[in-house]
């Protein structure tokens, strides 16, 4: 794997048209989930919310940056615009190396198929042969610990058991850059140990890291960068070790 995975994103800004709602009461409604989007009217009585605010990050190999910030701050959008699922209005993003996205739990799965088929699907998306996936599928099942269970459909799973599946299929791709959201902490103890240790054997494999949490912990253990995102804004990247002056300030 080449050690040229990069991440640069120059004057990022994400807007969303918002349609059927006026832009007052919509303001009111943003006023209360804090999501501190600005507002502008555009055309076809849509109102339109910056979701992402002339953002700029640049992330080399070996880089592990925590996104903090409100529900409703950008950090999700950041992610998504990351994975390449929207398109900046303006500004660029140039992303270097194979990316896997862990950001919504549900995507990419199948509900009625079994848990082994799910992991095949997940590997032919992420570009992988039929043979290649067949060769990893007992590393794979042995790691989300789910046993027969695999043998089933995955509507019958619990949401921690679906995190599982959609852990061990999204990580066992050789990916350079991995993207995550909130939910990996879904899991027992046990379980968390394990994906601890299969992210930062992912990392070190000459990989970038981002990872939106609230969890504090969980980005002290897993970043040596943070950035603060509040209402569509991004603070400068900064050392993990000055994670509670970026909170304070």
Known sequence: MSHQVSISVTDLSIRFPVYGVDA??????????TVGGRLGSSLAGATEVTALSNV???????DRLGLIGHNGSGKTTLLRALSGAYEPDEGTIDVHGRIAALLDLGLGIDPSATGYDNIRLRGRIAGLSSKEIDSRMDEIGDFTGLGPFLAMPVKTYSAGMQARLAFAAATAVEADVLLMDEWIAVGDADFQKLAHKRLLKLVERAGILVL???????LRLYCNKVMR?????????????????????
């Open 56 to 62: 700029n990050l640049k992330l080399r190999a070996g």
């Open 229 to 249: 995102l509040e209402g569509g804004t991004a603070s400068k990247v900064t050392d993990i070790r000055k994670l509670e002056e970026l909170l304070a300030a």
């Open 24 to 33: 007052k009461s919509l303001k009111k409604h943003l006023a209360r989930v």
């Open 212 to 218: 939106a949490s609230h969890d504090l912990d969980l």
